[in-house]
């Protein structure tokens, strides 16, 4: 089991984050870029040498970049602006190369407001706009070992992508060894999706999991977890919800012991 904390949930500081990953016994971070820069093209490669530094020289791997929409302000996938989706895919590009420099192997597509279909545009061209879009980011990640992960968010959050079937179905039409799933169990709730059909239909799409901490009472975590690992599910697994009233640092601690209790 790889375990793994978004950085976002301590706040900005990279070498505090690394600290109480490496604490709690985490092998990787997943690293929300807004946190140290608004773009990935304002980084020079000493910079990108620096963070990864952060990380390696305590033994901990970047696993995954996401929040990859949330920054710079403004970015639209869905924009009827032709030059604003011609942005939204060269910054995709843009944080596809950051995620190369810093070793990551994953980047997630959630930012729910950012890829939001507007009123104006149809769900058919906005579809047909996504498949042009990540197939041409997929071939750019392909080239940088990179993939890139679909995730599935609530309707309430968002009306693209709405279940793990949906991105299944979209990533198929992509067609990209590099576009691929992930699954969020906190979101698998709250979409009333069912895990167990999801693993036994999707599995091999599935590339990153994403999971609350411990308090988020609507999931049994430890049983949810438990099935993904059944699978033989080996990439990260990485905490990114923390409940309201706890500390952080005191949700990573409870969250990430409880799951090393599966480990045999
Ligand atoms: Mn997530």
Not at 25 to 36: I, N, Q, S, Y
Not at 96 to 111: M, N, P, R, T
Not at 172 to 197: F, T, W, Y
Not at 230 to 238: A, F, L
Request: proline share 4%.
């Amino acid at each position: 089991m790889k375990l793994s904390i978004c950085n976002e949930i301590l706040g900005k500081d990279l070498a505090k984050a690394a600290e109480v990953a490496l604490k709690v016994g985490c092998e990787g971070v997943e690293l929300a870029h807004f946190t140290f820069c608004l773009k990935p093209s304002d980084l020079s490669a000493s910079k990108r040498a620096e963070i990864k530094e952060i990380f390696s020289s305590r033994g901990l791997e970047i696993c995954a970049l996401h929040w990859i929409y949330a920054s710079p302000p403004g970015l639209k996938l869905f924009s009827k602006s032709e030059e604003k989706r011609k942005e939204a895919l060269k910054h995709t590009l843009d944080v596809i190369d950051l995620a190369a420099d810093l070793g990551a192997k994953v980047i997630v597509v959630g930012s729910p407001k950012q890829r939001e279909i507007p009123s104006e545009v149809s769900r058919r061209t906005a579809e047909e706009w996504a498949v042009d879009f990540f197939r041409k980011a997929g071939e750019y990640a392909g080239d940088r070992g990179v993939v890139i992960a679909l995730e599935p968010l609530p309707a309430e959050d968002t009306n693209f992508i709405n279940t793990t079937e949906e991105a299944v179905k979209l990533a198929e039409k992509i067609s990209s060894e590099n576009v691929r799933v992930m699954i969020d169990l906190m979101h698998v709730v709250r979409s009333n999706e069912n895990l167990d059909e999801i693993l036994k239909k999707y599995l091999s799409w599935i590339v990153h999991v994403h999971i609350p901490d411990v308090y988020y009472r609507p999931l049994n975590l430890k049983e949810a977890v438990a099935k993904v690992l059944k699978t033989g599910y080996t990439n990260y697994i990485s905490l990114e919800h923390i409940s309201p009233g706890v500390s952080p640092e005191e949700s990573i601690e409870k969250t990430i012991s409880f799951l090393r209790e599966l480990q045999t």
